[in-house]
Antibody
Framework: QVQLQESGPRLVKSWETLSVTCTVS????????WTWIRQPPGKGLEWIGF???????NYNPSLKSRVTISVDTSKSQFSLRLSSVTAADTAVYYC?????????WGQGILVTVSS | EIVLTQSPGTLSLSPGERATLSCRAS???????LAWYQQKPGQAPRLLIY???SRATGIPDRFSASGSGTDFTLTISRLEPADFAVYYC?????????FGQGTKVE
């Protein structure tokens, strides 16, 4: 059974770079696409983007100028970097399997942007 | 970008009642590329339905879904206490992927 686990700093200062990593177990990271989704406190879900093990990516245009998603197949990890963050980027960040519908999700990590 | 509008925003029902949730898209969703998720407080979303009408693994048959084009529906035939949650639709036929704003079943 596939498991995904997010990790990273839970507090980031304004205008710095948010960095979150997802570790995949129970499935080969080379078998699928991998996605990042976020959810501000009390709000809905926002798709950030996905990556294939080859490195091919697709980003939400609303975030594209600030987002980088990368993959490290040797560690079975993929990562999200979001630059120049503001309070509006405070959210629970989820990693999920696949590029379409998502049958497996991480538990999520709350990242707070503080001035 | 495909905008998904869910209605109603909140559905107030009792256990045993039938819940009908709507998801309307701003443009046609190709190949019925629509999913439904259930989310409870403090938890990640859980996939219920994909391909507009196919139940995900382990999802009880009281959950059913239908629709095509721009109009989609999730039905919970008889609400159980565990079903009180927020439900989201998501389209994956176009880029960027988008979610509806959610329907809370209380």
């Amino acid at each position: 059974q596939v498991q995904l686990q997010e990790s990273g700093p839970r507090l980031v200062k304004s205008w710095e770079t948010l960095s979150v990593t997802c570790t995949v177990s129970g499935d080969s990271i080379s078998n699928n696409y991998w996605t990042w989704i976020r959810q501000p406190p009390g709000k809905g879900l926002e798709w950030i983007g996905f990556i294939y093990y080859s490195g091919d990516t697709n980003y939400n245009p609303s975030l594209k100028s600030r987002v980088t998603i990368s993959v490290d197949t040797s560690k079975s990890q993929f990562s999200l970097r979001l630059s120049s963050v503001t309070a509006a980027d405070t959210a629970v960040y989820y990693c999920a399997r696949a590029w379409g519908y998502h049958d497996s999700w991480g538990q999520g990590i709350l990242v707070t942007v503080s001035s | 970008e495909i905008v998904l509008t869910q209605s109603p925003g909140t559905l107030s029902l009792s256990p045993g009642e039938r819940a009908t949730l709507s998801c309307r898209a701003s443009q046609i969703i190709t190949s019925n590329s629509l999913a439904w998720y259930q989310q409870k407080p403090g938890q990640a979303p859980r996939l219920l339905i994909y391909g507009a009408s196919s139940r995900a693994t382990g999802i009880p048959d009281r959950f059913s879904a239908s629709g095509s084009g721009t109009d989609f529906t999730l039905t919970i035939s008889r609400l159980e206490p565990a079903d009180f949650a927020v439900y989201y639709c998501q389209q994956y036929g176009g880029s960027p992927r988008t979610f509806g704003q959610g329907t809370k079943v209380e």
